[in-house]
C-alpha cells in the first residue's frame, strides 16, 4: 500500500519533529504523556496493536491552545515509556477540513489498523460532524474515499447535525459496534450504538442512554465494554446543572453508567452512576484490552474549564493520566494505576509510626515517587484528623486531610503556587475499610493521582508548584498509626 502525504499532514511532521526535538526532557512529567509539541486533548485510538500499545491524541502542533484538531501519535511497551510517531492525520479533506475530532481504533482481519474518527466540516453556522474511517499500517494512514461513512442524517429523528461525534469501535465475531454520542434538538444527550460488518457501512441498532437533564445535556466520548460480570458505559458530560448525587458537581465530569447489557435486544439497563474520578483535571478516558486481557482506561489529564486560566510554561500544553487497570466490584468500579509502573520503582523508604501532632518526614521527600499510606483506623480511635502534605516547601503546599467524625479526605491545593482562583478543593467519601484507610499518590513533578482505597476513589490534579517545594509531612489532631512506603520514580 502506498501512502500519499498530503501537504497539510507534511506540514505537521515536520513542524513537531523539528519544536519537539527543541523541549528538553525536563521539562515533561517521566511517566505521562504529553504532546510532542503544542496542544493535546482527548486520547483517542488506543489499542494494542502488533507487539505495542497504540496511543493517539487530540492534537494542535502549532500553539498550547486548542486548533485544528490533528491526530498526534505515540507507542509504547509498557503503557509508561511513549515515544512519539509522526503525527497520523491532519484536517486535510473535504469531510474533515474543519478538524478530526475524538475517535478510537480496531484492527482489521488483514492485519491493518483502522483509525475511526469524526470530521468536522460546514459552516460556523451550520457545523457538520459526521464519522470517518482511515486505514493504515499503525504509522501511516489513508483516509476513506467515501468518507464520511457515518454521517449525520443516519440519525434517528430529532437528532443534531453540528454533535455527533467520537466514537468507539470494536469487533465482536464477524461484525463490528460503535458507540457515538448525540444531541437531541430537546437538549437530550444520547449515546447511540450502529453495527457494520465491514466498518464502512453503518446501520443505526438503539440509543443505549441518554442524559435527560439529569447528568448534563450532550454527553462526550463514550466507552462501551463489559467487565468483571457488568457492562459500563462511559461518558464525559458538559454542563451538568444541579445533581442528586452530591458528589457529581456541575459543569465537566466523566461519569461511569454502570448496569446490564442484553446482546441480543442490544439493550443496557443503567443501575448506577459514579462519578469517575474527583479531581480537578480529569476528562474524556478511552479504554483498550491489554494482550493478557486488562481493562485499561487513559484519560486526558486537564478539564475544559480549569485549562482556560492554567498557566503556559512549556511548549507543550496538556497531558495523559497514567493508565489505569479498571475492575467491578460490587457494582462500583476501581481504578488501580498498571501495575507496569513498579519497573520505574527505584529508592524504597519504609516507616511505620505513631504520630502525633507534626511529623517532617525529611526521608520520603521528592516530586517523583509512588507513596502509600495506610492509617490503621481501628488502632487509632483518638484520630480526629490526620493531614498528609506534599511538594511543599516556602509558602506552598497541597494537603490531604483525612476528618475522622465525617469520614472524608479534602484535597486542597488553593496553596500549591496557584496564582487563579480555580477549582482548587475537593472532598470525597473515604471509610477506613475494615479498620484501615489506604492511600496511594503517584507524584510526576507537577501533577498528583490518588487512589484512595485500593481505587474506589480517585483524585487527578495538576499542581502548580515550583519544582523544589518538595517536602512531604504528615500531621495528626490525636495519635495516629500509620504506616508508609515510598518508591522513587525513572
Ligand atoms: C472532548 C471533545 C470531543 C471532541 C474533541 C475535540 O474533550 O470535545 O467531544 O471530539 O474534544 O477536540
Redesign the pocket.
Known sequence: MSYKISEKLQQARDYEAREGAAIPAADRPRLHLTPRVGWM??PNGFCHYKGAYHLFY?YYPYDTV?GA?HWGHAVSTDLLHWDYLPCAMAPDTPADEKGC??GSAVELPDGRLALMY?GVSGTDKAVVQAQCVAVGDGVDFVKDAHNPVLPPRQQPEGFCTADF??PKIWREGDRYYCVAAGLHREDVGSIQLYESEDALHWTFVRVLDASRDELGIMW??PDFFPLDGRQLLLV?PQSIGPCADPEIRPGYATLALVGDYDPETHRFDRRSVQLLDAGTEF??PQTTLTPDGRRVMVA?MEN?ETCKAAPRRHRWFGRMTLPRELTVREGRLYQNPVREIEAHWREEARRTLRVEGDQPLPEFSGRYQDVSLVLDAAQSPDCRALTLGFAQGGKCATTLRWEADREELVFDRSRCGTRRDMANIRRIPARARDGRLTLRLILDGDSVELFVNDGERTITSIIDTPPEADALSLHSDGPAMVELVRHTLV
Do not use: K
Open positions: 486533548n482527548d487530540q486548542w484538531m475530532f475524538s469524526t461525534r467520537d462526550e466520548c464525559s476528562y474524556a486526558w475544559w
